[in-house]
């Protein structure tokens, strides 16, 4: 309810929003008479942050207000009218920190501005000696810059804290920075105060995700580090609180072997240097505000400034007992010392005692904020000595203490500065005092003897020479800073927060409040270990104490307990223990101020409630009369007073305040943010978080104290069985998955409802991680199922009555069924329960989808999750309905016989034991039971459903099953027939109803196992399904996956045989056909042979590759499994014995037809005639010395007339036998043209026997070529138009022709669509060109039409693509033309008595390619025909050949195809060339070279060229210079260097283009030398011909003029190119016979 005031003030101020609504109230007032105070701001409050006495309020916008006593202004400003921050206006602000006396700002950038008390240097500002350093009245920048890296970068924040005396920043890189005084730093260093921001190196490379400072102390919560070595399965529980620091396990073995004595648990080395840090004007701004009459802190047990000596010394004392104690030493705790201690009998020891507690805890009021209860760490960590640290390591094992004196006093202290003297003389006094006395141990004193290494491993480091670096790279991404202002903590790798986390803490602990069990100072940061594995979400730090939240919900506490808000009074207080909650109460955020802290909470109902403990004010009256009942009674601990709250209580006016988001404390004040229900949507958002952090309790307190007991229990194995403990434990770590996600979520909730600024659901992890949230309920759902299917839940039950024991209780707390039942029905139902939290979702989203119009991008995601969770809920019930069904299915028909058919993950549908459906023809006396699994239709037979009992069993998968109803032919019978594999057969039901009810069920069975939606439909024919075949004689026991059509293998799949075959590939109708790839083991070899082709009918059929295990490769040609047609088989390696290739026909695996084969080991190389893998008929062979033989062989050996030429040219031509020996008749021709004619026996290496007559030419008959016999080659050689017939004949056939010429033209064009279409998405490693030449030739030409000079072109450049492609008929046939020329004139065969074949062999290859391209193009004329140029475009093509006349061009076969092939053809066929015109090569290169040693004019004059063509001037980078009579190659350089391209060019056409070019460009530059136009007449043309082949130096020029010779085109020999290559060739000829020359 709002008072009067408020009221007035709505009326005065616009209408404050519904959202981000502010309340206030001071804490120290009586629950009942609490009125919180609402902050009217026009825009809705997205952070508040409470200090000492003043307050930060940042709104909507980035805007910042303050409130409260603003010391560094002089200003008191009332909570309902705060002030703006004007200097921040436009910084857009996304996060406000106030520490005790001063404030921090965080904008959107990540830059820091700091304000307020100075004194410490909290606010970053580095001026030192100034008077105006102490308050900083106005917010400035700070400056986080991170020097170690080179350049220096300015560090992006993300979230501010601050304390009395510090201010800590985190890092977007979730580091640590920290600038201000005091151990609660965290730095390495002892010269305070630390102006300029410096980074807490001890928690480098750990990721830092939330902080909270006290006044002088600090918090972190920090991700835990990975395990090292995490086993999900066999990891007790114990493993999960493993170590903390960031040191790995190697480290951390070698640590303990650090005493504690290197580590200074103080904080800081305490220096004489230091005694002035501390000086009465640091105090300046609280001194003149005590001086204004206002009273820093209100609450009891505070001490005045000005305390007595005696105080002092007292204080002193019982701190520096604190301060002595180290990690191993006993530990004194004061409130529990006091109590316990059983040697203070003396009851005038205890009232003096008391006596004096009472009287520092209630008449001194006016304290330093109850800081206070720390000045005694003012004084150590301010004006310390070193002798405090050197006496507080000796004799550890000594220090049992306990005296009245330092039983101490947690109450507070004085805050003014005590010199190092009276620290000195305190030590002494203790240390004497101390003598003999016993100890009492802040903690039990035998845990420490366990837990003392586990700390030695908690410690950073050695701090004494700085502190380690980052060890381990954060792979955190870096938050925003505009995100959650409430700091949530960074999220993990998925999205999700992380529930692995530790607490970290340093700074002052007098009040235990750094929860290490002990009351002493930690300089750098220590996890605390008994938190570690907590699943601590948030931290919080009140001035003395501290709080952590767990995503479980509980709240631990630690540290100052004086007025109970710690919420318990368990003891100890330095270590955390948890909150004491009423029942049903769950904690999800939480605040510590002062003196007290405050917790937000789910209740009863989904509005949160705030719960309340700490101080409480009453009238003075009342608490002087309880603590004189206390003085008498000695019953209650005379350091606390009766007005305060110790177990949580409920605040009662947080139920009109709205829905609650976020709770803050500080000093004595506390606030909340709250909003109004708008449309319901607050309230669904509260509910799905509330429910999902139950939920958390609920699975947490499950895993606690159900599975995790017995998952662990030795005897669960014997009692469960192996199968079901298997399934038990995979059922425990899906729980246990269900749990982390549950948790996360819930933790995700939270935070989200932290963000009051942007409430984006669009971002909700339930719409987010759909999948991932679905994925494991679904795993979570199937592993109970099969935990129930297989009979685990009732052995598991009597074992958790064995186990569990008085525990029992809990459980059945924990149970969720309505109905007392028998114990296995409880815990089926608990672990079902979880999953109704799917619908739970659904609900919440479809609510949340009420508050956004039906068009927002929202309200379609909102609608879309509700939908999908709703399925899965409405999925997951019938798969649990389905687990129960087939439980009880196994429990009726129990036996041996059908327990090899109980499988975890198999659900029964239906059976027909009632006989409802029987096998067709079955036998009269026969019985038949069918039952149909969600995996499978098993038959068995001789069956006796009743008593579970039958002789055999067949089981049907599903995935290979089809159905299909038989039409009613009027015999009255409902059938049904099932297809299988290897099996077909019809089933008839009793009744349509039946029939119909079976064909659903086994519909919906199948498509469901197929991966569809169940429901009824027909599956669809074709489907991918595994199988293991067993009766199929071809197929028996091979597994096949892949592709199936109506019971058959069809379409792409893999076969695999127990012998080791495999076939992966096509199959079509359940046999191999199209490409595939086999595997064929050979036993004998222990090698395998491998295949790679095609197959039509399960044969080898088509063209493919087969790699034997002996080492031979065969590629080529296959017909029904043997190797028919062209093909290329590679036998041996070059390193072994025997090592052939041969290339060419075979006949039903057999070489046959014309062949080359090429005996690498002998050096020989065959061309010719084969018959049955035999040499027979024509043919030539090459030796490796330059031998050839040409003749006709018979059974592998020639026999009969042959030729025979010798490398130096000498020729036999006679009869031969017994493979090349001589024996016969035969003519010899020496090379000087002696002959010898006669009868010849012998072999030509070892020598000749002739009888004969020797004949020598007359001196004046001239040598000739007829004389020598060389006439007479090729005259046995197979003829080049019969060669290779093979090739041209496998092209035929992919055109879908069974001859050359004979097939349908259209078939043809289909077949090249098809298979172009093929190879393009079949082949995934094609280049991006590949691949776009594919896509042009998918497309079919014009084949029909007539051609024209216009679409000439148009199949010069498809037939140039198509070439470009071996997956095109036409460019395979190239590619195998290329092989089997480059086989046959490459190596051996490369020799020049090879020349005319080679030549003709290319002239063949032309002849029958054009007849392919013209059949394909039916429209290109014959050989040398004229085309008709098409009226609107002439052709223009180069390669269009001879125009014969004014509109018409000549068509050759060579011009078409020579482009296509000669290139490919050139490197073999040229060489040819240049071996047979060797000799007059030699003889023109002599001669080319000697002339080229003449200047130009000289040259000129020496060939009879005019001085009229003489140039007179040259040109040289753009420089005319003159010729002068030295001057060499400056004449006619253009000409000379186009004539020098002839030997770039391959086809005779661009040769001659070449010869052509040089012409013009030869008349060119003739032109300027002459007056007037000419034309050139051969006397004039040749000489200056001549001179550009001098300077031209071709160095093959005979070889170029003999190719262009014999291939050029005969349309032109004529015509001017003609003539231009006839001056070419006679320049050569005069080069090479001039003899003047």
Not at 294 to 319: A, V, Y
Not at 418 to 427: F, G, Y
Request: glycine residues 8%; charged residues 20%.
């Amino acid at each position: 309810m709002e008072n009067p005031e408020e009221s007035l003030a709505s009326e005065q101020v616009p209408r404050p929003p519904e959202r981000g609504l502010l309340h206030v109230w001071h804490s120290a007032g009586h629950n009942k008479q609490l009125c919180p105070e609402r902050v009217l701001l026009s825009r809705p409050v997205l952070q508040v942050s409470l200090g000492e006495h003043h307050g930060l309020l940042l709104a909507q916008g980035g805007q910042v207000y303050s409130f409260g006593e603003l010391l560094w202004r002089d200003l008191s400003i009332p909570v309902s009218a705060p002030v703006p921050e004007v200097s921040l206006l436009g910084k857009m602000v996304v996060r406000v920190a106030a520490g005790g006396f001063h404030c921090g700002a965080l904008n959107e950038q990540g830059s820091v501005y700091m304000w307020g008390e100075n004194t410490a240097g909290q606010c970053g500002q580095t001026e030192k000696g100034t008077v105006t350093n102490l308050t900083v009245p106005d917010p400035c920048p700070v400056s986080v810059v991170d020097s170690e890296v080179v350049p220096p970068v300015v560090v992006r924040v993300v979230d501010l804290a601050c304390g009395r005396e510090h201010s800590l920043a985190l890092s977007a890189k979730n580091e640590l920075w920290a600038w201000g005084s005091g151990c609660q730093l965290g730095l390495v260093t002892s010269t305070f105060p630390v102006g300029k921001p410096q980074k807490v190196e001890h928690l480098a490379g750990r990721h830092v995700i939330q902080v909270a400072c006290g006044a002088y102390h600090s918090l972190a919560l920090v991700r835990s580090l990975p395990p090292q070595d995490y086993n999900t399965q066999n990891a007790p529980k114990k493993k999960e609180r493993g170590q903390s620091p960031h040191c790995s396990v190697t480290e951390r073995e070698e640590l303990p072997a650090v005493e504690d004595a290197h580590y200074c648990p103080l904080g800081v080395e305490l220096t004489e240097v230091m005694k002035g840090e501390t000086s009465p004007q640091v105090r300046g701004p609280r001194q003149r505000l005590r001086a204004g009459g206002m009273s820093l802190s209100s609450s009891p047990g505070s001490e005045d400034s000005k305390s007595n000596t005696k105080d002092t010394k007292l204080e002193s004392e019982g701190h520096t007992d604190n301060a002595m104690q180290t990690d191993s030493s006993p530990k004194v705790h004061l409130l529990s010392g006091w109590r316990t201690n059983k040697n203070l009998s003396d009851e005038l020891e205890l009232q003096n005692l008391f006596e004096k507690l009472s009287d520092q805890s209630l008449d001194k009021r006016d304290t330093d904020s109850l800081s206070s209860h720390t000045s005694d760490d003012s004084c150590v960590s301010s004006t310390p000595s070193t002798d405090l640290l050197t006496s507080s390591y000796k004799d550890d094992s000594n220090t049992k203490r306990q005296t009245p004196n330092n039983s101490g006093m947690s109450g507070s202290h004085s805050s003014s500065p005590v010199c190092l003297d009276e620290v000195r003389l305190c030590l002494e006094k203790e240390k004497s005092a101390l003598q003999g006395l016993k100890s009492s141990s802040l903690t039990n004193i035998h845990q420490k003897g366990k837990t003392a290494a586990s700390r030695r491993r908690s410690l950073p480091g050695t701090p004494t020479h700085g502190s380690p670096r980052r060890r381990h790279p954060c792979a955190c991404r870096p938050s925003s800073a505009g995100g959650a202002p409430a700091a949530a903590p960074e999220e993990a790798e998925d999205g999700l927060p992380s529930l692995e986390t530790e607490v970290w803490s340093w700074g002052r602990g007098s009040e235990g409040q750094l929860g290490h069990g002990d009351q002493l100072a930690r300089l750098q940061p220590l996890c605390i270990k008994s938190l570690t594995g907590e699943e601590v979400i948030k931290v919080s730090a009140g001035s003395h104490h501290s709080l952590a939240l767990t995503a479980q919900c509980q709240v631990y506490s630690w540290g100052s307990n004086m007025f109970g808000q710690l919420g318990h009074l368990n003891s100890p207080v330095t270590v955390p223990q948890q909150t004491k909650l009423s029942d049903g109460l769950r904690v999800w955020d939480l605040s510590a101020g002062q003196s007290h802290s405050l917790l937000l909470a789910d209740g009863d109902y989904v509005q949160p409630v705030l719960l309340y403990c700490g101080q409480q004010q009453e009238p003075m009256s009342v608490q002087t009369e309880r603590l004189l009942q206390s003085h008498s009674s000695s019953q209650r601990s005379p350091k606390r007073v009766e007005s305060y709250t110790v177990i949580p209580t409920l605040l009662p006016f947080c139920i009109e305040m709205g829905y609650v988001s976020s709770v803050c404390s500080g000093g004595q004040s506390c606030a909340v943010l709250a909003d109004h229900n708008v449309m319901g949507f607050i309230s669904a958002i509260h509910e799905l978080a509330s429910r999902e952090r139950h939920f958390y309790c609920w699975c947490s307190s499950v895993r606690k104290i159900l599975l995790t007991p017995l998952r662990y229990r030795e005897s669960v194995c014997p009692v469960l069985g192996e199968q079901c403990t298997h399934l038990f434990f995979s059922l425990c770590e899906s729980f246990v998955q269900l749990s982390t996600l549950i948790g996360r979520h819930a933790t995700a909730l939270t935070y989200f409802l932290h963000n009051v600024q942007g409430w984006d659901v669009t971002i909700l992890p339930l719409l987010t991680h759909t999948e991932y949230f679905m994925g494991i309920y679904k795993k979570y759902c199937y592993s109970v199922g099969d935990f129930q299917v297989m009979g685990g839940f009732q052995p598991l039950h009597k074992l958790s009555v064995e186990s569990l024991g008085f525990q029992q209780a809990l459980l059945t707390q924990l149970s969720v069924s309505d109905q007392s039942v028998s114990g296995d029905v409880d815990l089926v139902s608990m672990l079902y329960w979880p999953l109704q939290q799917l619908h739970q979702y659904s609900r919440a989203l479809l609510k949340l989808a009420a508050c956004y119009d039906v068009l927002t991008v929202e309200y379609q995601s909102l609608d879309q999750g509700h939908k999908n969770y709703e399925a899965l809920s409405s999925s997951l019930l019938r798969r649990k309905n389905e687990a129960e069904t087939t439980f009880l299915f196994w429990k009726t028909h129990s036996g041996k016989t059908t327990e090899c058919l109980r499988l975890p993950r198999r659900r029964v549908v239906c059976e027909s034991s009632n006989r409802s459906l029987t096998l067709q023809n079955a036998g009269r006396f026969s019985n038949h039971w069918f039952i149909l699994f969600n995996d499978a239709l098993v038959h068995t037979q001789g069956t006796i459903p009743s008593q579970s009992f039958f002789s055999t069993h067949h089981i049907y998968p599903l995935t290979c099953l089809w159905v299909k109803p038989v039409t009613e032919d009027g015999s009255g019978l409902h059938a049904l027939k099932i297809t299988c594999p290897e099996e077909s057969f019809t089933l008839v039901a009793s009744t349509p109803e039946e029939k119909n009810k079976w064909l659903r069920s086994l519909n919906q069975a199948v498509d469901q196992v197929l991966g569809g939606g169940g429901q009824g439909s027909s599956p669809a024919m074709t489907r991918t399904a595994s199988y293991m075949f067993t009766a199929e004689e071809r197929f028996k026991d091979a597994h096949y996956t892949g592709s199936w059509l109506a019971g058959r293998v069809h379409g792409r799949g893999t076969m695999k045989w127990p012998d080791g075959r495999l076939y992966k590939g096509n199959f079509k109708n359940g046999l191999e056909d199209g490409y595939g790839e086999c595997v064929i083991p050979n036993k004998l070899l222990n090698k395998a042979d491998t295949y790679q082709g095609q197959w039509r009918e399960g044969k080898i059929h088509g063209f493919g590759k087969y790699k034997y295990a002996s080492g031979e490769v065969y590629e080529g040609c296959f017909c029904d499994g043997q190797r028919h047609g062209y093909g290329m088989l590679s036998s041996g390696k070059l390193a072994k014995t025997s090592s052939s290739v041969f290339i060419g026909q075979w006949v039903h695996d057999t070489k046959t037809g014309y062949g080359v084969y090429d005996d690498i080991t002998r050096g020989e190389k065959y061309m010719g005639m084969w018959l049955d893998d035999q040499r027979y008929g024509n043919a030539v062979v090459i030796t490796q010395h330059g031998v050839y033989f040409e003749g006709t062989f018979r059974e592998n050996k020639m026999s009969g007339p042959g030729l025979l030429v010798s490398d130096d040219d000498t020729i036999f031509h006679g009869e031969f036998s017994d493979d090349w020996t001589i024996s016969g008749k035969g003519v010899l021709s020496m090379p000087n043209g002696d002959s010898l004619d006669g009868q010849f026996s012998g072999e030509w290496s070892s020598g000749l026997k002739v009888v004969g007559t020797y004949t020598k030419p007359g001196t004046d008959e001239p040598m000739s070529k007829e004389r020598n016999g060389l006439n007479r080659l090729d005259k046995y050689a197979v003829p080049a138009d019969q060669r290779w017939i093979c090739v041209f004949d496998e092209c035929w056939s992919r055109l879908g022709c069974d001859a050359a010429g004979r097939g349908e033209r259209t078939t043809a064009w289909e077949n090249i669509a098809v298979t172009i279409t093929t190879a393009r998405r079949q082949s995934p490693d094609l280049s991006r060109s590949q691949t776009k030449v594919l896509e042009c030739l998918e497309f079919i030409p014009q084949y029909g039409d007539p051609v024209t000079t216009a679409n000439y072109d148009n199949i010069r450049r498809y037939l140039t693509k198509a070439c470009e492609t071996p997956y095109h008929p036409l460019g395979w046939l190239v590619e195998t033309l290329v092989t089997a020329y480059r086989m046959t004139y490459v190596g051996v065969g490369s020799n020049r008595r090879l020349l005319r074949q080679a030549v003709q062999e290319v002239q063949a290859y032309i002849t029958h390619f054009y007849s392919i391209v013209r059949f394909l193009f039916p429209g290109l004329p014959e050989d040398g025909s004229v085309l008709q140029e098409a009226p609107t475009s002439p052709s223009k093509s180069r390669h269009s050949s001879y125009k014969a006349g004014q509109g018409a061009v000549v068509v050759s076969a060579s011009s078409l195809l020579l482009p296509l092939l000669l290139p490919r053809l050139y490197p073999p066929l040229f060489t040819l060339y240049s071996l047979q015109e060797e000799q007059e090569e030699a003889q023109y290169w002599e001669r080319i070279l000697r002339l080229n040693k003449q200047p130009d004019q000289s040259l000129l004059g020496f060939l009879g060229v005019q001085e009229k063509f003489w140039p007179l001037w040259m040109s040289i980078l753009g420089e005319k210079k003159q010729i002068v009579s030295s001057s060499k190659d400056a004449c006619f350089v253009s000409a000379v260097e186009t004539l020098q391209q002839i030997s770039t060019r391959f086809t005779p056409s661009d040769k001659l283009m070449v010869i052509q070019k040089t012409f013009e460009e030869l008349t060119l530059e003739v032109k300027p030398l002459l007056d007037c136009d000419f034309l050139w007449c051969m006397d004039d043309l040749f000489p200056l011909f001549l001179y550009v082949v001098l300077r031209a130096r071709i160095r093959n020029l005979g070889a170029e003029v003999s190719l262009i010779e014999d291939l050029m085109d005969p349309n032109i020999q004529h015509g001017e190119l003609g003539l231009m290559f006839t001056t070419l060739k006679a320049c050569y000829i005069q080069i090479q016979h001039e003899t003047n020359m």
